[in-house]
């Protein structure tokens, strides 16, 4: 999981600098987006390894947690950025992909 943590945000720091170090350079995340890092870092302080995040190619951040912590991490969010969060998505490991419709494998 740590491992896992601190490679996903690595990588994410990696692309925005690369953003950053093009000509013209090109930056994608706002204040904001620094902000929902420093909380990450903080969170994990207070607790250990819990969360980490990433980034789509803008300002959007992806943060993950265990099942364990997500609560915790959603007050944290919810508390720090209340008038600047517009949506918090929570999604799950699910079964992976159902059947639909049975075309048979004749059909294929």
């Given at each position: 999981?740590?491992?896992?943590?601190?490679?996903?945000?690595?990588?994410?720091?990696?692309?925005?600098?690369?953003?950053?170090?093009?000509?013209?350079?090109?930056?994608?995340?706002?204040?904001?987006?620094?902000?929902?890092?420093?909380?990450?870092?903080?969170?994990?302080?207070?607790?250990?390894?819990?969360?980490?995040?990433?980034?789509?190619?803008?300002?959007?951040?992806?943060?993950?947690?265990?099942?364990?912590?997500?609560?915790?991490?959603?007050?944290?969010?919810?508390?720090?950025?209340a008038d600047r969060v517009s949506e918090v998505i929570?999604?799950?490991?699910?079964?992976?992909?159902?059947?639909?419709?049975?075309?048979?494998?004749?059909?294929?």
């Amino acid at each position: 999981k740590q491992w896992y943590q601190r490679r996903v945000r690595g990588d994410s720091s990696e692309m925005h600098a690369c953003c950053l170090d093009s000509y013209p350079p090109i930056a994608y995340l706002s204040q904001t987006s620094h902000q929902l890092m420093g909380m990450v870092h903080r969170f994990n302080s207070a607790g250990g390894m819990r969360a980490g995040y990433t980034f789509d190619a803008g300002p959007n951040a992806f943060l993950f947690t265990t099942a364990a912590h997500t609560a915790d991490l959603r007050s944290w969010v919810e508390r720090e950025f209340a008038d600047r969060v517009s949506e918090v998505i929570e999604c799950r490991v699910g079964s992976g992909p159902l059947v639909q419709i049975d075309i048979g494998e004749d059909k294929l």
